[in-house]
Structures are given as structure tokens and as C-alpha cells.
């Protein structure tokens, strides 16, 4: 099977635009969750998507927000992006079970 | 609220050593454990979990972690460190079956030669 896709990897964005990152989970899996990873923050987990339902949310100002599509496929979208928002975004899917298998994540950078 | 704690931000192992890295959490229900490991510009592979059950869980690479509830910790340990073992890595907890998880800080591993 093919693992966690994400694209893009890299992106360069400056303060006050917007961004959509893209994740595709691994085929068959229902669940997509979405976690920010900083050098001073760690890994922060920002929401997770289950059946297209957003059933859990981090905590994370509103600029933050994602979807899922019925294929599984989820977006998130960062607007009015600010200077901290700078980070490696990480997509992790799973089947509602404990683990969760992540992408190798897309690295953005906001100047 | 959960929250995990690495202890030691850096490890430093030679080639053939123990390799022990610290994780202790903090959950008001019984947890679901687990390891991550995450090498330069890469995302992060689970090297074990821990849900119920044997409380000794063996993983990928020759890792294995212990899940002892009376001092709320599952370290995890490898008996012989390789060079291929440096990277960063990460104990997470969730309180139920694949909801979010809380992360530790990350350990970084040097392996010397």
C-alpha cells in the first residue's frame, strides 16, 4: 500500500496570504488528523477528520481550518498567515484504531 | 489533561551500547502509548504502541518499551545502539483509540562510533 501523501513539501508564502496544504491517507483509511511541529512548540495536534466530521480540534486560532473530502482526502487551510505559522505540517491517517501513520509533511515557510 | 514528559532533550550512545529513553505520562484514563521516530526532513514512523495487554511491547528496529502503570512511564530501550539508530524521538499518549495525540518534546539520539 502506498503510505501518506503530502503535497506540496515545501512552500513559500508571505505574511497575510493564505495556504492550502493537501494530504492524501492511506487507501482505506477513514481518518485524517493534522499536527503542526515548531522547534520551540513540538508537535501540536490541530484537528482531526473522520467520515468528512471534524471530531476533534486542537488549540489553534480560527485562521486554522480543514476538510475532508468523501474520497478520505483532506485540506487545510491556514489564512492571513503570520511569521509563527512557519512549521512542518503533518498529515497522519488511520483507521479509527490507536495507531496513526504520518506523511512526510510540508514545510512552511512564512516571510 | 494528558501530557508526556521526555526526560533528557539528548542522548548520546557509542555503537553498541544500551539505548534508554525516558517517557513518563500524566492520563486521567488508561492511556494508549507510543513511540515515534522521525529522521531529518521525514515525517514520523511508529516504532511500537502500546494499547492492552502485555505490558513489554517489542517494535520495529529492535526496540521495545515497557507500559508500568504504578510509575506511570514506558520507557523505551533497544540493547545495542547502530549508527542508523540517530534521529529524533517522540512518546506520545491519546486517550482513546486514534484520537489526537499529545507529544513529548523529542529526544535526539547520537550514536558514536
Known amino acids: 500500500k502506498a503510505g501518506v501523501t503530502q503535497t506540496p513539501r515545501y512552500l513559500i508564502k508571505t505574511r497575510g496570504q493564505q495556504v492550502t496544504l493537501s494530504c492524501s491517507p492511506i487507501?482505506?483509511?477513514?481518518?485524517v488528523s493534522w499536527y503542526q511541529q515548531t522547534p520551540g512548540q513540538g508537535l501540536q495536534f490541530l484537528f482531526e477528520?473522520?467520515?468528512?466530521?471534524?471530531?476533534n480540534k486542537g488549540n489553534f486560532p480560527g485562521r486554522f481550518s480543514g476538510r475532508q473530502f468523501s474520497n478520505s482526502r483532506s485540506e487545510m487551510n491556514v489564512s492571513t498567515l503570520e511569521l509563527g505559522d512557519s512549521a512542518l505540517y503533518l498529515c497522519a491517517s488511520g483507521q479509527g484504531t490507536s495507531e496513526q501513520y504520518f506523511g512526510p509533511g510540508t514545510r512552511l515557510t512564512v516571510t | 489533561a494528558q501530557s508526556v514528559t521526555q526526560l533528557g532533550s539528548h542522548v548520546s550512545v557509542s555503537e553498541g551500547a544500551l539505548v534508554l529513553l525516558r517517557c513518563n505520562y500524566s492520563?486521567?484514563?488508561?492511556?494508549?502509548l507510543f513511540w515515534y521516530v522521525q529522521y531529518p526532513n521525514q515525517g514520523l514512523q511508529l516504532l511500537l504502541k502500546?494499547?492492552?495487554?502485555?505490558?513489554l511491547v517489542k517494535g520495529i528496529n529492535g526496540f521495545e518499551a515497557e507500559f508500568k502503570k504504578s510509575e506511570t512511564s514506558f520507557h523505551l530501550t533497544k540493547p545495542s545502539a547502530h549508527m542508523s539508530d540517530a534521529a529524533e524521538y517522540f512518546c506520545?499518549?491519546?486517550?482513546?483509540?486514534?484520537?489526537?495525540?499529545?507529544f513529548g518534546k523529542g529526544t535526539t539520539l547520537s550514536v558514536s562510533s
Open positions: 502500546y494499547t492492552t495487554g502485555a505490558t
Open positions: 477528520y473522520f467520515s468528512e466530521t471534524q471530531r
Open positions: 492520563s486521567s484514563v488508561p492511556p494508549y
Open positions: 506520545a499518549v491519546s486517550e482513546q483509540a486514534g484520537t489526537a495525540l499529545i
Open positions: 487507501s482505506g483509511h477513514r481518518s
